[in-house]
Nanobody, 116 residues
């Protein structure tokens, strides 16, 4: 069984930075794609960034150039460095681990609030 624990959320002013972390348990981290999603009030959950097991990263257009996803397989942790934050980045951010159709797990979420 995999558990994902996010940390690093909080309140920041527009233009500021935050770094989210997601620590995974279990033994499948290194062969998994890791992603960050977010869900704002009254909106659907959306993909923010994903890093494959081969360390290739992809980003939503809305965060390109501002956010960076990275992973540390030895620590079984994925990070999301968020710079130049905007009020529209306010959401609950969720970590996702995907190692196949039957191996898809979510964290509990961490709140990010950006004030204008």
């Amino acid at each position: 069984q995999v558990q994902l624990v996010e940390s690093g959320g909080g309140l920041v002013e527009a233009g500021g930075s935050l770094r989210l972390s997601c620590a995974a348990s279990g033994s499948i981290f290194s062969r998994s794609a890791m992603g960050w999603y977010r869900q704002a009030p009254a909106k659907q959950r959306e993909l923010v960034a994903v890093v494959t097991r081969d360390d290739r990263a992809n980003y939503a257009d809305s965060v390109k150039g501002r956010f960076t996803i990275s992973r540390d397989n030895a620590k079984k942790t994925v990070f999301l460095q968020m710079n130049s934050l905007k009020p529209e980045d306010t959401a609950v951010y969720y970590c996702n681990l995907n190692a196949g159709f039957l191996e898809n797990y979510w964290g509990q979420g961490t709140q990010v609030t950006v004030s204008s």
